[in-house]
């Protein structure tokens, strides 16, 4: 495939080294508006755009996708609130989107491990939960996708938290309804997401960490593979067969 690779930090550098590997070529980088100009002929010899910019930037990349008929991967997270609408118009259009909020393929069967303790704890009153994730100092939304993820499949499933609230570390909210999620912002941690569920009697924590871009990066790939020559809206779920 030639890839169009919307965003050009360290993410989609790492990207375009796995999609290299991989035998895939990349066609185009689009780094801010005046690429989307200047590079319009390239981006349209490429078979696949993989978005990962910023949220500002992030629905309008995949809109324009769509409008060049462009099948999207997208990585960035902090643009959800828009995302019913956009998946609509998606499939309005018969179009080819694919979303998630962490590409890792660890990281989505702890998102499928999450879902199940939740559904144990909903009957286990007697364990708080709380979230928390830990990411470099350049991470531009907090909480991450990827903790607003987890956090929304546990208040699917326990009956007890009604929200999920953004708190300052050590600082946990007293709230029983309420689901804490913690956020640092310290050196150039890829991310580290832990779910803990405590109790008086122990505490059982889920905990993610990332080694490095490189997973985040493979996946990414592996979904814009999965992608080419279908119309709709995909997940990770879909690509790695995970019932919801």
Known sequence: MKIALLGYGKM????????????????????????WMDKLEELRDCDIAVEFSTPGTAVDNIMK??????????????????LESVVHDCQQRQQALFVASNFSIGMNIMFELNRRLADLMDHRPEYDVSISETHHIHKLDAPSGTAVTLANDILDRI??????????????????????????????????HEVVYDSPVDTLTLRHSAKSRKGLAL??????????????????????NVEN
């Open 12 to 35: 989609g550098k790492a990207i375009e080294a796995t999609a290299v590997e991989r035998g895939h070529t990349i066609g185009v980088t689009i780094d801010d508006e005046d690429d």
């Open 65 to 82: 996708c769509f409008n060049l008929d462009m099948p999207v991967v997208v990585g960035t997270t902090g643009w959800y609130d828009q």
């Open 159 to 192: 009956d007890r938290k009604e929200e999920w609230q953004l708190v300052k570390p050590a600082h946990p909210d007293e709230n029983d309804e309420i689901l804490p999620i913690t956020s640092i912002r310290e050196g150039e941690v890829p991310g580290i």
């Open 219 to 240: 996946g990414a790939v592996l979904a814009a593979e999965f992608l080419e020559g279908k119309r709709g809206y995909y997940t990770m779920q879909d690509m790695l």
